[in-house]
Nanobody, 114 residues
Framework: QVQLVESGGGLVQAGGSLRLSCAAS????????MGWYRQAPGKQRELVAD???????NYAYSVKGRFTISRDNAKNTIYLQMNMLKPEDTAVYYC????????WGQGTQVTVSS
């Protein structure tokens, strides 16, 4: 049974930083391309960043240069370092596999105040 558990969200002022974590179980983590996604109120869920099994990364244009995705295969965990946060980054953040989605976790709320 696949389980994805996100943590690390919170309330931060614009310009601040947060680091999100996602612990995965029930998959062969090291072989999976993983992604961070977010859903703002009234909007569709969108891909923010992804990381391949080999460590290559890709970012949405809106977060490029501010967010960094990384992974620790020994801990079955991916991270999202978010710097220079903006109010428009406010959303619930989720992790999931990139290609074949598994049941979504509860996500972690990120709120950026102006």
């Amino acid at each position: 049974q696949v389980q994805l558990v996100e943590s690390g969200g919170g309330l931060v002022q614009a310009g601040g930083s947060l680091r999100l974590s996602c612990a995965a179980s029930g998959i062969i983590f090291s072989l999976e391309r993983m992604g961070w996604y977010r859903q703002a109120p009234g909007k569709q869920r969108e891909l923010v960043a992804d990381i391949t099994s080999g460590g290559s990364t890709n970012y949405a244009y809106s977060v490029k240069g501010r967010f960094t995705i990384s992974r620790d295969n020994a801990k079955n965990t991916i991270y999202l370092q978010m710097n220079m946060l903006k109010p428009e980054d406010t959303a619930v953040y989720y992790c999931n596999l990139f290609y074949v989605k598994r049941p979504w976790g509860q996500g972690t709320q990120v709120t950026v105040s102006s």
